[in-house]
Nanobody, 117 residues
Framework: VQLVESGGGLVQAGGSLRLSCAAS????????MGWFRQAPGKEREFVAT???????YYRDSVKGRFTISRDNANNTVYLQMNSLEPEDTAVYYC????????????WGPGTLVTVSS
């Protein structure tokens, strides 16, 4: 599975962005998909995940602001980000896991999101 993120950019605080992650390969619908982020000087952290059945889970700081979704017909997972804050500035990575709840097996190269105050 190869993953490629897109949709990052510069946005003012309070604005919105939608990230996309296009997956190539077989059996996309069988993977749990996740979004992670890494801010400058910080460790990578979990943002959101969606399992093969479409059930989402979020880190507390993005609940109510971010929405993860998937389109199995087009092998794509999305992260809609609203009410962005400067603290959301990071490189965002898409990842795929063959087994939900286990380590992620595949990662994209990342897309940069910068939120200005």
């Amino acid at each position: 599975v190869q993953l490629v993120e897109s949709g990052g950019g510069l946005v003012q605080a309070g604005g919105s962005l939608r990230l996309s992650c296009a997956a190539s390969g077989r059996n996309f619908r069988s993977y749990a998909m996740g979004w992670f982020r890494q801010a400058p000087g910080k460790e990578r952290e979990f943002v959101a995940t969606i399992n093969r059945n479409g059930s989402p889970y979020y880190r507390d700081s993005v609940k109510g602001r971010f929405t993860i979704s998937r389109d199995n017909a087009n092998n794509t997972v999305y992260l809609q980000m609203n009410s962005l804050e400067p603290e959301d500035t990071a490189v965002y990575y898409c990842a795929a896991a063959q087994i939900a709840g286990s380590a992620y097996d595949y990662w994209g190269p990342g897309t940069l999101v910068t939120v200005s105050s």
